[in-house]
């Protein structure tokens, strides 16, 4: 028993590893430009960095709100690969990238218009025109941003994870001397990082179309061919699927931009403090992240082969395996807190602010990680609708009212202003785990009940 066991362990860490490295080199490096961001424009100034931040704390709610809805192409390509579907996903990859054209229009005429909400901010006047610069110039990247999401689902659905890493990578280091050139030659600060952004969503959109043009990865699921016309059924599939997850993440992101926002009234050391804690997590969090992702892909796979008994095990392995890297990154957070803060800035009243946030952070790793592990199992099952319900009641209802009061709280025994939003996030985050393994748990049970019946192919 023992050796049947360790042979399923190492088959699956096996399959892990081959998709979810990959995707954790691609989440690392296309999150690394954000860090990139935060760190040039810091370098130019204080006020710069807590002007991007707050550009990217609203610019981000609204990307997974619009184009986040193309990550349910991941999972939908899954299933088919896995049934071994291959005209399946030729025909539906390119109906998708009508919808995915629609949806990036709608993400751009979101952002040239996102200036209205700083007539709601109380935030200092530089800080607010660096922020709407920003988003005025990115919103230019909209378009390309969500075809490339198309490509990218699309790849990860027949497991060719390592070509969305190699895209990933090199964008990262292209954007890298595009920053330095926008931010300080030209001397446009932070709002230098919206141009380097704009160019590099560009690059990597034309790069993708000729990847799967040309290379022999996608030559047995070619999707180029006769011209296909959009096609509702498919639109309706995808964003059946999609809404829920962007409309989920973007609950979630609110949760966190909201937080900025709050935060932004205690001044530019706070707000700027709570950018570099929020993007170290973030940062860390990509393993925990990636691993929920290649979950998705590997759950959908083998729900499309009808490997009932498997899936479930791939769900569990992945709980586990997430609950290791939560553990090593609480320790990483902890004993290294100080060092990671001062690569992003040297003014000392911005680094005691941050210190104390990711002491915060440090408690929430450990329910962020398995929630979002379940959240990875439940879209292979092709559940979404669950977890944005989940994320509704768990940071609308709870984390949010909870942070704010506590933010502007006159009760010295509390947490209070950024120390309070962030105890709201931490219970939120809880008890968003707590929700998305139960529902994780009812579906493999329903699962369980398929393969029990003699419905599971091994």
């Not at 896995?82 to 949806?103: D, H, M, P, S, Y």
């Not at 180029?224 to 964003?239: A, R, T, V």
């Not at 506590?406 to 985050?429: C, Q, R, Y």
């Not at 009940?449 to 192919?457: E, L, M, P, V, Y």
Request: one cysteine or more; charged letters at 10%; aromatic letters at 16%.
């Amino acid at each position: 028993m023992f050796t049947f066991n360790l042979i399923k362990f190492s088959k699956e860490y096996g399959k892990f590893i081959k998709i979810g490295l990959p995707i954790l080199g691609s989440q690392l490096v296309m999150y690394g430009m954000t860090t990139v961001d935060y760190i040039m424009a810091g370098y130019y100034s204080s006020d710069d960095l807590a002007g991007v931040g707050l550009a990217a704390a609203i610019y981000s709610p609204v990307y997974f709100l619009t184009a986040g809805a193309m990550f349910a192409i991941a999972p939908i390509i899954a299933q088919h690969f896995g049934a071994k579907e291959f005209e399946q996903i030729k025909n539906k990859i390119r109906k998708f990238l009508w919808t995915g054209l629609f949806v990036g229009f709608i993400f751009y005429l979101v952002l040239s218009n996102a200036g209205i909400v700083f007539h709601f901010l109380d935030t200092e006047e530089k800080i607010r025109s660096i922020s709407l610069a920003y988003l005025n110039i990115v919103a230019f990247a909209a378009i390309p941003i969500t075809l490339f999401q198309v490509f990218r689902g699309y790849s990860e659905g027949i497991t060719q994870t390592r070509i969305v890493f190699v895209l990933g990578l090199l964008g990262f280091l292209i954007n890298i001397p595009l920053n330095y050139y926008f931010i300080f030659e030209l001397d446009l600060g932070g709002v230098g990082c919206a141009y380097a952004t704009t160019i590099v969503s560009w690059l990597g959109l034309i790069a993708f179309w000729l990847f799967t043009l040309f290379l022999k990865q996608y030559k047995t699921i070619r999707i180029y061919g006769n011209f296909i016309w959009p096609d509702f059924k498919s639109s309706f599939e995808l964003l059946k699927l999609g809404i829920p997850i962007s409309f989920g993440i973007f609950v979630e992101l609110s949760m966190f931009s909201g937080a900025a926002l709050v935060i932004s009234f205690f001044g530019a050391n706070s707000l700027a403090a709570h950018t570099i804690a929020i993007n170290l997590v973030g940062l860390l969090f990509m393993l925990p992240l990636s691993l929920g992702l290649a979950s998705a892909i590997r759950v959908g796979n083998l729900i499309g082969e009808k490997n009932y008994s498997q899936a479930n095990y791939a769900s569990n392995f992945s709980l586990r395996f997430s609950l290791i890297v939560a553990i090593t990154n609480f320790i990483l957070i902890i004993s290294m807190g100080s060092l990671l803060i001062s690569i992003y800035t040297s003014d000392p009243n911005v680094s005691v602010v941050a210190l104390t946030l990711l002491a915060y952070a440090a408690i929430f790793q450990v329910p962020d990680a398995i929630g979002y592990s379940a959240i990875g199992s439940l879209r292979g099952h092709k559940d979404t609708f669950g977890p944005m319900v989940n994320f509704i009641i768990s940071y609308w209802f709870i984390a949010i009212p909870i942070g704010v009061y506590l933010s502007f709280s006159d009760l010295t025994f509390l947490p209070t202003e950024a120390e309070g939003m962030w105890t709201g996030m931490i219970i939120g985050i809880v008890v968003s785990a707590i929700l998305n393994t139960l529902r994780l748990k009812d579906r493999k049970k329903d699962l369980k009940r398929f393969f029990k019946s003699g419905a599971n192919q091994i």
